[in-house]
């Protein structure tokens, strides 16, 4: 049967009105950013975060919109976290694991016995007390965190570059031997059995003597018990240290021992398509071994990269996807908008902004309206994200485009094809109606991406 539209319209008015509305198909939605696809191939896609950036909107709402893990870039380390002996630190690293939980981000522990980071007071102990500092620290560290944390880099970069496939010097192996990495993941294992325990370390990415030597110590901890779950591939690369050519082959021998693995602190440097195919090429590897469970890119933004100058992210400095970031969407097998990257954006000044009003309210159910403002340039699209307080569903929604994250609570809403486009400082705006279903918040407005 089929109704003329303005009864369908009236029909559509009084479903919305009834306070039983629950629609909406957020499972059709495409998967069209970096954790919604990677979730659609049984990962996660996570990205390190600095507590300190958490505060700038576009930060923020870049990191919510397309990240579903995420790793403190320097919050939980030992300088941080216990800068003075049994005195615990925790408050930056506290805001980072609050902010991933209200986004349902996995956590990443990153990390409790490193050479580097290091306070001086640990270094300076003598080998009976450094051994009992360094439980202490996992166990305090992970005891706070306990429940929290998926996965622990319980000890980071232990190993030498080069090819002697010894031990590095630091306070830990130098007095305590190298059975220091035994005892630290015995004793993370007590504290929280729940958590995965990893070895995290750099120039591992490929067969060498530095990655046979973290091969032959985890082959030597599975076949005595020695608990560990996983090993991360850090995965700095740049033209002196380039995407190896065995780079999917090592993580499948390390898969093959038995343990996950995972790509963990990410960055490529370079531009354009070289680095687009870079990022594609690890993504790929990673798809490629079953038991490589996810990656995290080293940062959110070119902007506060850690390698700044060298432009290793996936998003540029004034948040635009870089083709790095459609390259590694498209091998996630997701569908980014088509010609992304900066091509719409060449100067880098595109920019929005957005408000929300709240135009009507009823019993079980209200109205929204969020306008977008062009800046001082003209645009060519733009992408707003609102976060929903759970069980609210959007039921309709009008002038805009919705795509949903996988938990179904951040709505990222793309410009419909004839309002993507507006002049320097012109405004448009789109609607959606939300069932309350028992909750009446108010959506948390994301910042607005133009290009
Ligand atoms: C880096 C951070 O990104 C910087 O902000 C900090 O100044 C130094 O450490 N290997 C690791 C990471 O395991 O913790 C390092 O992070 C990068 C190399």
Same mark, same amino acid.
């Given at each position: ?45 996570? !990205? *390190? ?21 995420? !790793?403190?870039?320097?919050?939980? $380390? ?5 800068? #003075? ?78 090819? #002697? @496939? ?8 130098? $007095? ?15 504290? +929280? ?17 530095? #990655? ?9 901890? $599975? ?32 898969? +093959? ?6 790509? !963990? ?19 790929? *590897? ?19 990269? =850690? ?26 097998? @997701? &569908?980014?908008?088509?010609?992304? @990257? ?5 100067? @880098? ?12 309210? =009823? ?7 969020? &306008?977008?403002?062009?800046? #001082?340039?003209?645009?060519?699209? =733009?992408?707003?994200?609102? !976060? ?16 949903? +994250?996988?938990?179904? &609570? ?31 918040? &108010?959506?948390?407005?994301? *910042?607005?991406?133009?290009?």
């Amino acid at each position: 049967m089929t109704m003329p539209r303005r009864a369908a319209q009236a029909f559509t008015a009084v479903l919305l009105a009834a306070s039983t509305v629950t629609a909406l198909s957020h499972t059709a939605a495409a998967a069209d950013t970096l954790g919604s696809a990677a979730a659609g191939k049984g990962r996660y896609f996570g !990205t *390190a975060v600095a507590a300190n950036h958490l505060g700038e909107s576009a930060y923020a709402s870049t990191l919510d919109r397309e990240f579903n893990q995420v !790793t403190p870039e320097n919050e939980m $380390k030992w300088d941080a976290t216990e800068g #003075s002996r049994n005195t615990f630190t925790f408050g930056n690293a506290d805001q980072i694991v609050s902010h991933a939980q209200s986004q349902n981000m996995k956590v990443r522990g990153h990390t409790l016995v490193w050479h580097s980071q290091l306070p001086s007071w640990v270094s300076g102990l003598g080998a009976t007390d450094l051994r009992s500092a360094m439980n202490n620290h996992i166990t305090q560290v992970m005891q706070h965190y306990k429940g929290k944390i998926y996965a622990w880099d319980v000890v980071n970069e232990a190993y030498q570059d080069g090819s #002697s @496939g010894a031990l590095r010097s630091s306070p830990f192996a130098d $007095k305590l031997g190298s059975g220091f990495i035994e005892e630290a993941f015995r004793t993370a294992r007590s504290v +929280d059995p729940n958590a995965k325990l990893c070895y995290n370390d750099y120039n591992t990415d490929g067969v060498n003597a530095k #990655s046979n030597a973290v091969y032959a110590m985890v082959k030597d901890f $599975k076949s005595r018990g020695v608990p560990i779950d996983c090993v991360g591939f850090q995965s700095h690369f740049n033209s002196a240290s380039p995407v190896p050519s065995d780079y999917q082959a090592n993580l499948q021998r390390f898969a +093959d021992l038995g343990v996950d693995v995972q790509i !963990t602190e990410l960055d490529i440097e370079g531009s354009g398509t070289a680095q687009a195919n870079n990022y594609s090429n690890v993504v790929k *590897a990673c798809l490629a071994v079953t038991r490589c469970t996810g990656l995290t890119v080293w940062g959110v933004t070119d902007k506060y990269s =850690w390698r700044s100058s060298g432009t290793p992210l996936l998003f540029d400095s004034n948040y635009g996807k870089k083709p790095a970031y459609d390259a590694a969407l498209a091998a996630l097998g @997701g &569908t980014g908008t088509p010609g992304g @990257g900066d091509g719409g954006n060449p100067g @880098g000044n595109a920019t929005c902004t957005v408000s929300f009003a709240r135009t009507s309210d =009823w019993n079980d159910g209200y109205n929204g309206e969020v &306008t977008v403002k062009a800046g #001082s340039a003209p645009i060519n699209g =733009w992408t707003v994200t609102l !976060t929903f307080a759970t069980p609210q569903k959007v039921a309709s929604l009008w002038n805009g485009t919705p795509s949903w +994250d996988s938990s179904g &609570t951040v709505m990222t809403v793309r410009a419909a094809s004839y309002n993507s486009s507006l002049a320097a400082g012109a405004s448009t705006s789109f609607g959606f109606t939300a069932a309350k279903n028992g909750n009446n918040s &108010t959506p948390t407005l994301g *910042a607005c991406t133009a290009s």
